[in-house]
Every structure is written in C-alpha cells, then in structure tokens.
C-alpha cells in the first residue's frame, strides 16, 4: 500500500516542475529553444529519478508497513493468549479458593453445632447441679437433715474400707448412749466409737464475716462449738473398760476441717487431751485402712494356734512320708537283688542251651559223650 504523504510529495514535485517550466518558458522568451529544452529535459529526468524513487520508497513503506502490521498481530495473539491463560489461571484460582473457603465454612459450621450440643449439654448439667446444689443447701441448713448427711458420709467411707463384722452402726452402748459407728476392734485397744457432726452455722458465719471484728466473735463461735462436740463425744462414748481410751469425731467437709486445723489449733490440742480424735473424710479413710490393718494382724494371732497345730501334724505326715520312703527303697534294693540272682539263673539256663546244641550225634559216640562230659561243670 503506498503512503498518501509520498503521493501528495510526488505530485506537489510534479506541479512544481510545471510551475517552473510555466516560469521560464515566460522568462525565457527570448533566449534560445534548446536552451530551454536540455533544461526541460534535465527536469523531466530529475522528475522521473524523483517518481522512481518516492514509488520505490512507497513499495519500502508499504512492505515495513506490512511487516509492522504482522508484528503487531502476532503480539496482539501472544497478549491475547497470555491474558486468557492469567484469566483462565486467576479463575480456577478463584474457584478453588471458594471451594476452600466453603470447605472451612462448612467444618467451622460442624465444629461450631458440635460445640453448640456440648455446650447445651453442659448447660443442662448445670442446672441439674444448680438443683441438687440448692437441694443440698435445703439439707444443709436443718440440723437434723444435716446430722443425717453426715451419718450417710461416714456410713459409706465405713463400709468401703471395713467388712461388715468390723463394724456396727447406731450401737447401743451401756447405758442406752447410741453412737453412730462402732468400730469393733479387740483389746487391746477396744471398740472405737465415731460420730459425725457438722458445725456448719458457725462456720458460716465466719465464712460471711466482714470485719476483724465480726471474724472474731464467729471464731469464737465456731470454737466453742467444735469444743462442746468434743466434750459430749468424750462423756458419751469414751467407757473405761467397755470402749476403747479414745474415740473419733468425724467432720464431713474438708474445708471445715483444714479451717480448724489451720487457725484453731489450741482447739485441736484440747481435742487431743480429751482423747477425741478429729478426722475428716481423707484422714478417716487412712484411719480406717489402719484398722484393717489391726483387724487383719488380731485375726492372725487368733489363728497362731490352729497353724502351729497344723504344723505339727504336717511334720508328722512328712516323718510317716520318710519312713515310707526308706521302707519302698528297700523294697527297690530287694528287687534289684531278685532281678541279679534271675539273671544269674538265665545266664545259666541260656550256657545249658549252648553246649545242648554243641552235641552233635554222630559214628563216634565216644568223642561226643567225652565232649559233652567236658562242657558239663565242675569238669
């Protein structure tokens, strides 16, 4: 394709050249004709080079034109695939990214109904608790329920540790006083009384104290209490020459006993001169594995006589088992005896056979007899 600017450079030279013709054929009237014509000619040449080359360069043009509009095709495809290829890639970028992210939506969603059930189940836990935890206070806070809490507490930790031929529950003691449990231990030392009691108002209010001062006169309280228990166990259950010199006081909470032990300690040590032992559910289950600990040696030094009897009786049995045992031996040595002298007499028996059948009956019966003479023993 030739470029219109080389055409209209083309024809404005053209018109040029006319113009000037035009011009000097004016100016040139009167010069002389071939003059002007080798100038006309020498123009015409220079306008036929000129044609030449402008169509030439056109031809140039048009082919680096050509070449460019090629170029720019093939880069138009290769922009066009690259970005169809990053649009493709960008897509399924997208698409797996969504994929992904539904995933986790969905797993998030499960974890979080999972967490929902739990929590719901947890919830209704704690209102099963808040129930029994109202419930519990409801007993706590009458004495009588209250000492029978306690009762239960002890019977339980008592019949987990002890057999039932160790123990009694509510026994009557002399003179008609019933103690909750009694160990049945043998004497030394004796049966142990214990008792439960739950001196919980007092600690309460201890517990709700606000000031020094009020801590002061609930501690006091909460001594005098503990004191008063201890003295009653003391009196009640503490029989010289039917119980044991000590008895124990048990305390159904923790709490209340590391309370005393840790800001009451004169309190303990009258507990200790008045022999009454204060336990708490931890320390009454070591105390009760110890008296099975008694129980099970007492059993055994009843039982000491019946052993060495049998022991006894074993080591005649194993005397009798000896001399049966020496007696059979010689039976063996009397056999092995018997068996020697029979394979004596088989050896003998078996010689005979041979020299039967070395006689041979023959024409000289005088050399056979004489041969059978000198088999014959003694000979």
């Not at 020498?42 to 509009?69: D, H, I, V, Y």
């Not at 090629?70 to 399924?92: F, G, H, N, S």
């Not at 159904?252 to 300690?265: D, G, K, Q, R, T």
Request: glycine share 6%; charged share 25%.
């Amino acid at each position: 394709m030739v470029d219109p600017v080389l055409i209209g450079a083309a024809a404005a030279a053209a018109l040029a050249v006319v113009i000037v013709i035009v011009v000097l054929g004016q100016n040139a009237r009167g010069r002389q004709d071939g003059a002007m014509l080798r100038a006309v000619d020498g123009m015409m040449q220079a306008q036929s080079s000129l044609a030449g080359r402008l169509a030439q360069l056109a031809e140039t043009q048009a082919a680096a034109q050509t070449q460019l509009g090629e170029r720019l095709q093939a880069q138009e495809r290769a922009l066009a695939k690259t970005v169809e290829e990053r649009l493709a890639d960008m897509a399924k970028r997208m698409d797996d990214g969504l994929q992904q992210s539904s995933h986790r939506q969905a797993t998030s969603l499960h974890d979080l109904r999972e967490r929902l059930a739990v929590i719901d189940a947890a919830q209704k836990n704690i209102t099963e608790l808040s129930a029994q935890v109202v419930s519990l206070q409801d007993i706590l806070s009458n004495k009588q329920t209250r000492g029978a809490f306690g009762e239960i507490q002890l019977a339980d930790l008592v019949q987990a540790a002890l057999p039932p031929s160790a123990y009694e529950f509510q026994a009557t003691l002399p003179g008609g006083k019933r103690v909750d449990c009694l160990l049945k231990l043998p004497n030394p030392p004796g049966p142990i009384g214990v008792d439960a009691k739950f001196p919980l108002e007092s600690w309460h209010l201890m517990r709700r104290a606000k000031d020094d001062a009020e801590k002061l006169v609930a501690g006091r309280a909460f001594a005098t209490d503990i004191l008063k228990h201890v003295r009653d166990i003391a009196e009640k259950y503490i029989i010289p020459g039917e119980t044991a010199e000590s008895a124990l006081m048990f305390l159904p909470s923790e709490a209340i006993y590391a309370e005393l032990h840790a800001n009451f300690p004169e309190v303990v040590e009258k507990s200790y001169r008045a022999k009454v032992w204060i336990v708490s559910p931890t320390t009454l289950m070591a105390t009760l594995n110890t008296v099975r600990a008694v129980l099970k040696d007492a059993r055994m030094r009843e039982q000491a006589g019946l052993i060495q009897k049998e022991v006894r009786l074993l080591l005649d049995d194993v005397e009798r088992l000896d001399g049966r045992v020496a007696q059979l031996d010689k039976h063996f040595v009397q056999a092995t005896e018997d068996i020697r002298q029979i394979r004596i007499s088989t050896d003998k028996v078996v010689k005979r056979a041979d020299r039967i059948e070395a006689v041979q009956v023959g024409d000289d019966a005088e050399a056979v007899e004489v041969q059978v003479t000198a088999k014959l023993p003694g000979n």
